[in-house]
């Protein structure tokens, strides 16, 4: 990866150590410029800048990167304005039946428990949210709980907290499991997408989504969603709409009748200027390699550990055999937000995120070896 080629791309790295994908990634200079241009262009022009051919062009076009991305089919990709909206859209298109069994775990971001708890106000649903052991879930007690009543079970692909990232094969496992039974595996992977490969039909998940505006490094306002073609056949939309046709230019408001591919689960207008700059970031990513952006992640968060472990009183809190891109600690002595005010207040500001107290650093391609350094350095100073 020629990192100084990328840094052109990313003008706020020369003033300040930005350490914070996983709450929000720096879009590069042309994809900025790209859906700009086009958020310049419609507003301006209305109908002469977006007719109903470019409107179709530009979610075909995101569809269609979004696959490769996944390694899946373009009619297999469905476009949500979020992560949340799409995990919601999901889970509200399910048939949980009474008493069927929900498993997540204890650790996750709220969007991917919150559908399911609010579906148990309604309807007769058991949520079990597994207990992490040191921060940690191990994949052997995720498969124990699955059993005859398991509806589904749901998972960050990477933990936002912990950066616990569940391997290849222990998804797998997870998807054997709960398909023999007749389950449903829907993986959020809004915290990996843009570094770790991706190939959901090996991973044999049943939904995959990842929104834009972290490691995908695209404006706000969009997710992606694989559904696999057999599960998209068998489900009746929770949200419905226009787009939801298969031909949405009739306006056939007696027939609600859906789209024969994932496309089914769009429904509405929304920002094409994102759809169109997620597209973007996704080919500026590939052509970087997603493998070589894994490689240089992992590099960086490694080197912090190690510098991490050098300094007294620091707990780690990602697992060390499941870190990859995002690296959380915690001092044991000093108060985590006076930490973060310290180094934000430095000539070259230290950019990172403070979740439960604890500090999380993300980096990213724009990032290097000397960034970690020189929050390593400052952070010693401090806690010295
Ligand atoms: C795992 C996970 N899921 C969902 C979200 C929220 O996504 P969105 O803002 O696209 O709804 C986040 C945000 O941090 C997250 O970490």
Redesign the pocket.
């Known amino acids: 990866m020629d990192t100084e080629e990328v840094l052109k791309d990313f003008p706020t790295t020369k003033r300040v150590d930005y350490l914070n994908a996983?709450?929000i990634g720096l879009v590069p200079n042309p994809v900025i410029e790209r859906s700009t241009e086009i958020e310049t262009e419609i507003a301006k022009g209305g109908t002469l800048a977006l007719d109903e051919e470019k409107e179709t062009l530009i979610y075909d076009g995101l569809r269609e990167e979004g696959s490769k991305l996944f390694s899946c089919d373009s009619t297999d990709i469905a476009i949500f304005?979020?992560?949340?909206?799409?995990?919601n859209s999901f889970a509200w298109s399910l048939d949980l039946k009474d008493d069927g069994k929900v498993i997540s775990t204890g650790v996750?971001?709220?969007?991917?428990t919150y559908p399911w708890l609010r579906i148990a106000r309604k309807e007769n649903i058991n949520v079990k949210l597994i207990t992490a052991e040191n921060w940690r879930i191990p994949i052997n007690v995720i498969l124990n709980e699955i059993d005859e009543n398991t509806k589904v079970v749901v998972l960050?692909h990477?933990?936002?907290?912990t950066g616990q990232k569940f391997d290849d094969d222990d998804i797998k496992k997870i998807a054997k499991q709960v398909h023999e039974i007749g389950g449903l595996l829907i993986v959020?992977?809004?915290?990996a997408a843009g570094y770790l490969p991706i190939n959901v039909k090996e991973l044999n998940v049943d939904i995959y989504?990842a929104?834009?505006?972290?490691w995908l490094l695209a404006p706000?306002g969009t997710?992606i969603a694989y559904v696999s073609k057999d599960l998209c056949d068998e489900l009746d939309p929770a949200l419905v709409g226009w787009r939801s046709r298969e031909n949405m230019w009739d306006f056939d408001a007696l027939d609600l009748s859906y789209a024969s591919t994932a496309r089914k689960f769009e429904y509405s207008s929304s920002a094409y200027s994102v759809k169109l700059g997620l597209a973007e970031s996704i080919k500026y990513l590939r052509n970087i390699g997603i493998k070589n952006i894994y490689d240089h992640n992992k590099k960086l968060v490694d080197i912090l550990a190690e510098q991490l472990n050098s300094i007294k009183n620091i707990d780690i809190i990602t697992p060390p055999e499941d870190r990859c891109s995002i690296l959380t600690f915690e001092p044991t002595d000093k108060d985590s937000s006076a930490i973060a005010q310290a180094l934000r207040k430095l000539e070259k500001p230290v950019e990172f995120s403070l979740r439960l107290g604890m500090i999380r650093v993300s980096p990213h391609i724009y990032n290097t070896e000397n960034d970690i350094l020189y929050f390593v350095g400052h952070l010693r100073q401090f806690l010295r």
């Open positions: 996983a709450s304005n979020s992560t949340t909206e799409a995990l996750e971001f709220p969007s991917v960050s990477v933990e936002y907290l959020d992977g809004i915290q989504i929104g834009s505006y972290k706000f997710a």
